[in-house]
């Protein structure tokens, strides 16, 4: 049996009870057999905000899977270089956002109806693209 997989973008929030929010989107993988999970993440752009909406931080490296359907993700992602890290996982009902530059857990706790996560349509034609639009297309998939 042949698997078929495809690729799509996706725009995520998490909610902490303290206010701060994690926004970014991602790319992954999905099957046609089980078409609302979503595994081998990457490209990821995210960022902390605090509870006025202020960024913290930013995030561009990341590792895990998430459903589409229900709030089963296990996601965690990094700045290069950097050893801040944030981690979702629904299993161990855990969610935190570490910054390792003032060594300081920024904020933690899990809350699945705080987990929101939406398919992105990418324009069909790349070549058609610009960098103008692709930046507009990142912008409002961060807002």
């Known amino acids: 049996m042949l ?4 690729s799509a973008h996706f725009r995520f929030t998490y909610t902490f009870e303290s206010g701060h929010k994690l926004v970014g989107f991602v ?10 999970l979503v595994f081998n993440l990457r490209s990821l752009k995210a960022i902390c905000l ?7 931080m930013n995030f561009d490296t990341t590792f895990g899977q998430l459903n589409t359907s229900k709030p089963e993700v296990i996601l965690s992602g990094s700045l290069t ?3 801040s890290f944030f981690s979702l996982n629904y299993r161990g009902a855990d969610a935190s956002v570490y910054n390792a530059v003032t060594d300081t857990w920024i ?8 987990w929101k996560v939406e398919e992105l349509t990418v ?16 912008a409002q998939a961060i807002a």
């Open 81 to 83: 270089g950097q050893g």
């Open 3 to 6: 698997l078929s997989l495809g």
């Open 27 to 36: 790319e992954g993988d999905r099957s046609q057999m089980n078409p609302d």
């Open 107 to 114: 904020a933690s706790g899990w809350d699945p109806q705080m």
């Open 123 to 138: 324009p069909r034609s790349k070549t058609a693209i610009s960098s103008a639009a692709n930046l507009a297309w990142m």
């Open 50 to 56: 605090d509870p006025q909406g202020s960024p913290l």
